[in-house]
């Protein structure tokens, strides 16, 4: 029988929980309750908790934060965050957090038997995962030491690094995925010697996240894979095979990351070229096969400014070295880095320069009269 944690201010919305759970998962949970989330960190420091489920907006302490905390004390604790606020930032908090989902109130009945039907099929794998490898972890995992079944204090940084190489993968990082893996083996493997049964679970964990993000692997290489973690009796064995994986994906990463730089060439070239012509989203995007969206968000990482900043600073340059090296009128130089209204490009001159255009070149030519008097008097 698993434990499982129902946080929710609205009694309402306990009772519903707590209905669909004994009448869908007969014999299957321990139920508890509380109404804020400071009440539910002292339950859980109580006891392992294998199911949080929790509201985001409580009293005293909000569901991010109660989340958060939860996996520092239990890192393999299911989370599920449900809601009556469809907010994206919310969602991603709960996405860090590796929560299981993420459910809007009112709570669907469907949906939610159907989460935690997967959640409950989840939690019993690793039980038999556990009962198969107690032969491997009970004979030694370091020919010196004895086996442990207790985690020791670095599993907080252990699950830290583990959310970090999540977003290194995401971000497509393949320089911080190389120091963060070689960072949590070697916390892993002081670990090890006390926490066998955690190190192993933790272990596969870790090379699922690196296969799945190789696009030439299937599950079921994921799967053969995986089930090594716990036959093997030595750390070193684990740290071989994910070292093996890492580096796969490190190459691919590289290779994307190579591929986006040459997207983002092309982009400024065409830029560099037309910049006096219209410059949208949609146009640069069509121009590197890739969606506006994607192309934007690529741009940003790649370059540290977005693609609106740079073609608007792009163009001021083009504007500054327009007004101090020709006699072109104020709003055929707007014009000519791509501006139609002239009202317009004055305006944005000034927020970049803190001068209009017409200062601007005012201040060039005293400046250089200022300088050839000078020269003559000399």
């Known amino acids: 029988m698993y434990r499982i944690l129902t946080v929710d201010d609205e009694a309402t919305e306990r009772s519903v929980v707590r209905f669909l759970l004994e009448k869908n998962f007969r014999d299957r949970f321990q139920i508890e309750e509380t109404t804020n989330g400071k009440d539910a960190l002292e339950i859980i420091r109580a006891g ?109 940084s252990i699950q830290l690094l583990l959310d970090q190489i999540r977003l290194a993968i995401e971000l497509k990082q393949p320089d911080r995925l190389e120091e963060l893996t070689r960072e949590i083996l070697a916390v892993m493997a002081e670990a090890s010697r006390r926490s066998h049964i955690y190190i192993r679970h933790t272990a596969m964990s870790l090379l ?25 009796r030595f750390f070193s064995d684990i740290e071989e095979l994910i070292l093996y994986y890492r580096n796969i994906l490190i190459s691919e990463l590289h290779r994307e990351v190579d591929s986006s730089n040459y997207s983002i060439y092309l982009v400024k070239q065409y830029i560099e070229d037309h910049y006096g012509e219209d410059l949208s989203l949609n146009l640069l995007a069509d121009l590197v096969y890739l969606s506006p969206n994607y192309l934007s968000n690529m741009f940003t990482k790649v370059t540290g400014s977005s693609l609106n900043r740079y073609i ?43 001068v209009t255009p017409v200062s601007y070149r005012s201040e060039y030519l005293s400046g250089r009269s200022s300088g050839q008097s000078e020269d003559k008097e000399e």
């Not at 996996?71 to 908090?93: A, M």
């Open 48 to 156: 392992k908790v294998d199911i949080l489920l929790t509201d985001v907006q409580m009293p005293f302490m909000n569901g991010i934060d109660l989340a958060r905390e939860a996996r520092k004390i239990s890192p393999d604790t299911e989370i599920l965050f449900f809601s009556g606020f469809d907010d994206f930032e919310y969602v991603q908090s709960a996405l860090v957090l590796h929560a299981v989902n993420y459910i809007l109130k009112p709570l669907n009945p469907d949906q939610f038997i159907t989460i935690i039907g997967e959640i409950l099929s989840r939690l019993d794998s690793k039980v038999i995962a556990f009962a198969k490898s107690s032969t491997y972890y009970r004979s030694s995992f370091y020919p010196e030491s004895g086996p442990g079944e207790e985690k020791d204090e670095s599993a907080g």
């Open 312 to 354: 608007r600073q792009f163009r001021m340059e083009k504007a500054r070295s327009l007004l101090v090296e020709s006699n072109m009128k104020i709003s055929e130089i707007g014009a000519a880095v791509g501006f139609t209204s002239t009202s317009y490009f004055i305006r944005t001159f000034q927020k970049v320069y803190g």
């Open 208 to 232: 699922q996240m690196i296969m799945e993000a190789i696009s030439s692997l299937e599950e079921k290489d994921i799967d053969r894979e995986a089930e090594k973690i716990y036959s093997f």
